[in-house]
């Protein structure tokens, strides 16, 4: 369990940091490095369908740095697909409702990073944390929820950052 908190904490500084960077192809890099640490985390705590989820996020965000769309968007289609899917699942009693949580963060953040740039990649991303934040909540696995809360911080810090710097270029005259 000590290996799965260090993990967690690596992936949580690496998460931050992400979303700390103005530029969305620098989030996008660092978010794919922390996607990888978050997977190792939840495989360590045999949460399968959360290593679903970022297994997914990782080939979406892959697809999207390296110009490989058709990659991310098959990824993306079976991310949402898992959706329904594992609602479905937890209707029938073969999981929890917990456990669709992890899809519905995972597709808003992957999405987000994906596909969309600047604050609408910031409202997706901080919509999939909230979402994220409630999961790790719900199944004990603090470095995750804390993830979350230093996120939605990080994310305010990007959007403040971006727009104070959009609101200076605009200033300068031509």
Same mark, same amino acid.
Request: charged share 10%; glycine share 6%; with cysteine.
């Given at each position: 369990?000590?290996t799965?908190?260090l ?10 940091v992400s ?7 620098? /989030?996008r890099v ?6 990888v ?5 939840f ?16 080939v979406?965000?892959w ?8 990659t991310?968007h098959?990824?993306?289609? /079976? ?7 594992s609602?479905l699942?937890a209707a ?6 917990i456990d ?12 987000g990073?994906t ?6 990649l910031? /409202?997706?991303?901080?919509?999939g944390e ?12 603090w ?5 979350a ?5 990080a994310?305010?810090v990007?959007?403040?950052?971006r ?12």
């Open positions: 369990m000590i799965a908190s993990i967690g904490y690596i992936a949580i500084f690496i998460s931050v979303y700390l960077m103005r530029d969305d192809h620098r /989030l660092l978010n794919v490095i922390s996607c640490f978050w997977t190792s985390y495989v360590l705590l045999a949460e399968w369908t959360s290593v679903i989820s970022l297994t997914l996020a990782c979406m965000i697809g999207a740095i390296y110009g490989r769309r058709r991310a098959f990824a993306w289609y /079976l991310c949402i697909a898992a959706i329904p899917i609602s699942a029938a009693g073969h999981m929890t409702m669709t949580l992890p899809f519905i963060g995972g597709a808003a953040i992957n999405t990073v596909f969309m740039s600047r604050g609408k910031s /409202l997706a991303c901080a919509a909230c979402i994220w934040a409630l999961f790790a909540v719900l199944i004990g696995a470095p995750s929820a804390f993830m809360l230093f996120s939605l911080s994310l305010a990007r959007e403040i950052t727009l104070r710097y959009e609101c200076q270029l605009d200033l300068v005259p031509a």
